[in-house]
């Protein structure tokens, strides 16, 4: 989900509750904060030699000891106001940083809207060969130890 899609689904739906949803189908605890948020900017090199360049708009959400705690559609906009000096733009892909067993990034795949709650709903990230033509690497599989990629 790009972070303009974001903004604007908050918007439409201030009074309404904000939620996450794990890639395993649990929902984050509803007493989570929304701790930072941030422009993340990687540039990496691939096996291959090519440089790539990857942004995305991260939220950080962390679980904190105030059960009563509850984060409204209306207050995150509102906190992603505050962001907008930081943020160049609102094309940027979004995730959130999650801490359960370990801290994790999770993309948001989708978004779903009921009566009382807006829901991100988020994915998993996966490793891959970016340089996939160089390795040799038939298609369907991965660079593994062994295989002469990387």
Same mark, same amino acid.
């Given at each position: 989900?790009?972070? @303009?899609? /974001?903004?604007? =689904?908050?918007? $439409?739906?201030?009074?309404?509750?904000?939620?996450?949803? #794990? %890639?395993?189908?649990? !929902?984050? %605890?509803?007493? /989570?904060?929304?701790?930072?948020? *941030?422009?993340? $900017?990687?540039?990496?090199?691939?096996?291959? *030699?090519?440089?790539?360049?990857?942004?995305?708009?991260?939220?950080?959400?962390?679980?904190?000891?105030?059960?009563?705690?509850?984060?409204?559609?209306?207050?995150? @906009?509102?906190? =992603?106001?505050?962001?907008?000096?930081?943020?160049?733009?609102?094309?940027?892909? #979004?995730?959130?940083?999650?801490?359960?067993?370990?801290?994790?990034?999770?993309?948001? @795949?989708? @978004?779903?809207? !009921?009566?009382?709650?807006? !829901?991100?709903? =988020?994915?998993?990230?996966?490793?891959?060969?970016? +340089?996939?033509? =160089?390795? /040799?690497?038939? +298609?369907?599989? $991965?660079? +593994? %130890?062994? $295989? *002469?990629?990387?």
């Amino acid at each position: 989900m790009k972070l @303009a899609q /974001f903004k604007a =689904l908050l918007e $439409s739906n201030r009074n309404k509750q904000f939620l996450l949803q #794990l %890639p395993n189908g649990k !929902t984050v %605890p509803q007493a /989570f904060h929304i701790t930072e948020v *941030g422009f993340v $900017s990687k540039t990496f090199i691939d096996c291959g *030699g090519k440089v790539h360049t990857q942004q995305t708009c991260q939220l950080q959400a962390w679980l904190g000891p105030d059960v009563d705690h509850r984060i409204e559609a209306g207050k995150m @906009a509102d906190i =992603l106001t505050k962001a907008t000096a930081i943020i160049p733009h609102d094309f940027l892909d #979004l995730e959130v940083e999650y801490e359960d067993e370990v801290i994790s990034q999770y993309p948001v @795949a989708d @978004a779903n809207v !009921t009566e009382t709650a807006v !829901t991100l709903v =988020l994915t998993t990230k996966h490793t891959d060969c970016l +340089a996939k033509d =160089l390795c /040799f690497v038939p +298609a369907g599989d $991965s660079c +593994a %130890p062994g $295989s *002469g990629c990387c």
